[in-house]
Antibody
Framework: EVLLVETGGGLVQPGESLRLSCAAS????????MIWVRQVPGKGLEWVAD????????FYVDSVRGRFTISRDNARNSVFLQMNSLRAEDTAVYYC??????????????????WGQGTLVTVSS | EIVMTQSPATLSVSPGERATLSCRAS??????LAWYQQKPGQPPRVLIY???TRATGVPVRFSGSGSGTEFTLTISSLQSEDFAVYYC????????FGQGTKVEIK
């Protein structure tokens, strides 16, 4: 069974930094893109960032580019999200997820599965 | 950015009835669409990908259809465990989600 466990959330003040971690087990970790998605409590889902299996490619939603950095340590089966210059609007539950794909169909299909349970980040003074 | 719009925001349905949820994309996403179910306090769970392919373990009462800009998730006979929030997600151009449809007990 694939398991993802996020840690590192908490309460910080605007302008401060926080580093989230996601520990993975039950998968060949280095072969998968990994994703961070966030959800404002009671609201919808927003993709934040993703990173290729070998760490060579990284992509971000516009609202966090330049402030957040995604990284991974394949020896530790972990993916990280370094969040700097945090704003009130970054308050959300942050989930990590695996990018799963089926390349046996045309076009190839992609989905996020599984997801961790999430970690809450609150940015408030 | 491709904007995904779901309707209705809330759907009130009696157990055993059919539920039809809609998702519209601001531009064509071909069949590059997934549906997720989220229950309170839980992360989302994938139901459908490729617009119409059920994910492993998903009951046959869930079905997806559509292509281009118009998509539908149908739950043929609602069970108690199906009352939840449902999100569509396009993966044609990066990843964007709809705002969700809450399926509640009537």
């Amino acid at each position: 069974e694939v398991l993802l466990v996020e840690t590192g959330g908490g309460l910080v003040q605007p302008g401060e930094s926080l580093r989230l971690s996601c520990a993975a087990s039950g998968l060949s970790f280095s072969t998968y893109w990994m994703i961070w998605v966030r959800q404002v409590p009671g609201k919808g889902l927003e993709w934040v960032a993703d990173i290729k299996g070998d760490g060579s490619d990284k992509f971000y939603v516009d609202s966090v580019r330049g402030r957040f950095t995604i990284s991974r340590d394949n020896a530790r089966n972990s993916v990280f999200l370094q969040m700097n210059s945090l704003r009130a609007e970054d308050t959300a539950v942050y989930y990590c997820a695996r990018l799963t794909r089926d390349i046996g169909v045309v076009p190839a299909a992609f989905w996020f599965d599984p997801w961790g349970q999430g970690t809450l980040v609150t940015v408030s003074s | 950015e491709i904007v995904m719009t779901q309707s209705p925001a809330t759907l009130s349905v009696s157990p055993g009835e059919r539920a039809t949820l809609s998702c519209r994309a601001s531009q064509s996403v071909n069949s590059n669409l997934a549906w997720y179910q989220q229950k309170p306090g839980q992360p989302p769970r994938v139901l459908i990908y490729g617009a119409s392919t059920r994910a492993t373990g998903v009951p046959v009462r869930f079905s997806g259809s559509g292509s281009g800009t118009e998509f539908t998730l149908t739950i043929s006979s609602l069970q108690s465990e199906d009352f939840a929030v449902y999100y569509c997600q396009q993966y044609n151009n990066w990843w964007t989600f709809g705002q969700g449809t809450k399926v509640e007990i009537k």
